[in-house]
């Protein structure tokens, strides 16, 4: 059993570099099914969740390689089966449903399983179903495989009911191999949007508009191979922006951001007190004072990201007064509040909302990663924490962040990763 074992109070100090993005990267991989081609995308970062999908592509028949350490070389011309249905990968993860719009895309046809993910109660896919059925698949949902079909899909206009990062990528990537001119509206507009529809744009698509809430796409072309960068990691960035912010005396150099993204984290940690500088391409991130309480609520991008919400309402733990954090995007993301409080933390939660009282210091305890922002919260906790914290069920926090402990420690946190050892049982307990 693995665990992270941090010291805490110890101030972060010193520069840490960013990934490439771990939601554009999962959309992006299975884009490629889209493509006839050889694609080289570079800023891969090196996580669970990417190591699964090329696990599910490989085994579709594209060509998957490694060319250095952030740069893959994928080539989907040899895919040829539209049925992902018996595959474990494709139930461990939640991009794995972008296989449906892609292979919906290249083929018209798709079989793939239902996807798994981070667990925030109830997480429907109706709007990916809405989307493919008006481009003119039928759709039905039996022992866990979804089942899309159809005997060519046409153009269409969808409205969306709800703000989908997940339903907008879909139905973008399986237009893209539609004749004709979709139209989402109502489409979400976070970062690894804009980031799927430049990799098809510099793949030959002709998509326009991501990033606002109406993209307009000519598909129907074939699309070519070439070269693709993916953007830095904005929840990453945020993620080390609110561990700094946490350990006071801590400055960090965050490198390889994009401001732009990171404008509503920045604002909310300015307004707790904290030093934000941003340069052209890094943000230097100081606490020397006492934390602010505020409020925070979550909202689709521009709003304060879902996937930071774990992170600053731990922060907002060690703030003087009392903060509301209401959470706008899933109904169950407080969860973790149950391991925080183990840690001294005053939270009272009411569905969607988190009342948190500010305490002096976290103490060291052993908490349980949740979910993946959940885990990394329980990271933060931990490295502000008065004493020893351990981590456990890291695998959660190991699909998306990559070498979080490494890049922790070079920026000065006592944290390292131990391998626990199985309790032996004594001879004549067994059972
Ligand atoms: N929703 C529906 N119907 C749908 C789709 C979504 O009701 O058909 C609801 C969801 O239940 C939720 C809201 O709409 O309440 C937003 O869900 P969305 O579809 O935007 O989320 P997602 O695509 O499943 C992606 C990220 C999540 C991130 C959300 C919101 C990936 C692989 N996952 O999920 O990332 O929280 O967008 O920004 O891109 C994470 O990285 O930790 C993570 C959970």
Known sequence: MEKYVIRGGVPLQGEVTVSGSKNATVAIIPATVLVKGTCIIENVPDINDVALLFNILTRMGAEVRSLDRTTVSIDCTQVRDCCVEDCE????????YYLIGALLGRFGNAKVGLPGGCDFGVRPIDQHIKGFEALGAEISIEHGIVNASSDGLREASIYFDVVSVGATINVMLAAVGVPGKTVIENAAKEPHIVDVANFLNSMGADIKGAGTDVIRI????????????????????????????????????????IPKHMESISAKLEEAGVTVVENDDSIQVRRDGPLNR??????PYPGFPTDMQPQITTLLCLAEGTSII????????????EELRRMGAKMDVDGKICVVEGISAFMGARVRACDLRAGVAMVIAG???????????????????????????????RISRVTEKKPVLEAGKIG
């Open 218 to 257: 000519r598909g129907g072309q074939e699309l070519h191979g070439g070269r693709y960068e993916v953007i830095p990691d904005q929840i990453e960035a945020g993620t080390y922006m609110a561990a700094a912010a946490a350990v006071q005396g801590s400055d960090v150099l965050i490198k390889n951001v």
């Open 294 to 299: 505020i409020n925070v609520k979550t909202l």
């Open 383 to 413: 490295l502000a924490a008065e004493g020893i914290t351990e981590v456990f069920d890291i695998e959660h926090i190991e699909r998306g962040y990559e070498n979080l402990v490494e890049k922790l420690q070079a920026i000065g946190g």
């Open 89 to 96: 990968a494709v139930r461990k993860m939640r991009a794995s």
């Open 326 to 337: 209401t959470e706008g995007v899933y109904d169950h993301r407080f969860r973790y509040a």
